[in-house]
């Protein structure tokens, strides 16, 4: 199923047809399908889950920041692709303490720690701009976007260009669907390509809860809890696998 015959589904077994257009596009169920493909995100670790980011960043550099980014598992940098180095894990306040200054401040060289960002302001509309004479404030991303961004700093800032490899969790993509004259433009994730009659059980238990209906969310919630189980025990025969493999 694509995206647009899941949103249609959707209405079809809700019984609220208002939550789409009459061309199917979207009218309020992309808000409760996107919630429920969250929470499966939360309450499943699945083969996707994991994920890597590559990238290229520039002397001086000492931060970087992602999108529907969950959880940081490595961290790794250097000069190729091919000649990475793991960084060691710490707290911000512990990478200070340690070099004795705010981290843009230190020496460049090659990044030898990291430690998760700090990306919220108090208040939430504190502009790094209002703060230039504010010593303290060079660790901090300051960004009106924040809300949706997670990140890491490392140290000390590298000194030429080099690759950063992040191995974490992330949250599947944004599902939508749009309309323009008659082709469509979808996204994909994992929920919708591999289990959509799951996504649909979250996308209705949202629904339910969302008015109210006790009994109609333990439905749903019960549904999809048992079809999550096998995928649970996917995850656990692949695990023994690569066990036998390494004592093999």
Known sequence: ????????????????????????????????????????????????SKAKSVTSISAGTYYKSWTNLRAVKEVWVGNSTELLSKLAKYTLSELREFYGEQLCDVDQGVPQYWAPAVIRPVPDNLASTGLSSYYDIGDLMLDDAHYTYNGIVWAPPVD?????????????????????????????????????????????????????????????????????????????????????????
């Open 1 to 48: 199923m694509n995206y647009k015959d899941i949103r249609t589904k959707f209405a079809t077994l809700s019984g609220r047809y208002a939550l789409i257009t009459a061309t199917y596009e979207d009218n309020g169920a992309d808000f409760f399908l996107n919630a429920g493909q969250k929470m499966l995100d939360r309450m499943q670790e699945t083969g996707k």
């Open 160 to 248: 030429q260009t080099m690759y950063l490899s992040v191995y974490g969790l992330w949250y599947s993509p944004t599902l939508s669907a749009t309309l323009s004259g008659d082709k469509w433009t979808q996204t994909k994730s994992f929920w919708t390509e591999e289990h959509p009659d799951i996504l649909l059980y979250a996308a209705l238990y949202k629904l339910e809860t969302f008015y109210r209906n006790t009994e109609g969310a333990k439905d749903w919630l019960n549904a999809l809890t048992l079809d999550l189980s096998g995928i649970d025990k996917d995850l656990v025969e692949e695990d023994i696998d690569d066990v036998n493999q390494m004592e093999g």
